[in-house]
């Protein structure tokens, strides 16, 4: 059983930064791929961003290639979500998840097990 817990959201200006943290406590949080989605009122949850358990490969959607990074620290039990360059179509709750399994399959929301209650993110134009 893994217990996630997002913080770091806020409001921020175009062309900001923000940075999220999750935190998770439970057993076993090394062994977990870990991932960021997010989602806005009326649309499906979308994918963002994954790292394996190691941290030796991440994952970005197109839409944030570049300007977002995705990093984690499995002595502290976190993952980090570093958003820079900030755009107003940004603005979403962002989640944490984590998949024991680490599928292949990380921009899918089905292959993971646990979820964060998120964190808003409001980018203003």
């Known amino acids: 059983q893994v217990q996630l817990v997002e913080s770091g959201g806020g409001l921020v200006q175009a062309g900001g930064s923000l940075r999220l943290s999750c935190a998770a406590s439970g057993r076993s949080f090394s062994r977990y791929a870990m991932a960021w989605f997010r989602q806005v009122p009326g649309k499906e949850r979308e994918f963002v961003s994954a790292?394996?358990?190691?941290?030796?490969?991440?994952y970005f959607a197109d839409s944030v290639k570049g300007r977002f990074t995705i990093s984690r620290d499995n002595a502290k039990n976190t993952v980090s979500l570093q958003m820079n360059s900030l755009k107003p179509e940004d603005t979403a709750v962002y989640y944490c998840?984590?998949?024991?399994?680490?599928?292949?399959?990380?921009?899918?929301?089905?292959?993971?097990?646990?979820w964060g209650q998120g964190t808003q993110v409001t980018v203003s134009s």
């Open positions: 998840a984590a998949d024991w399994r680490g599928s292949t399959s990380y921009y899918k929301e089905g292959v993971y097990d646990y």
């Open positions: 790292i394996s358990w190691s941290g030796g490969t991440t």
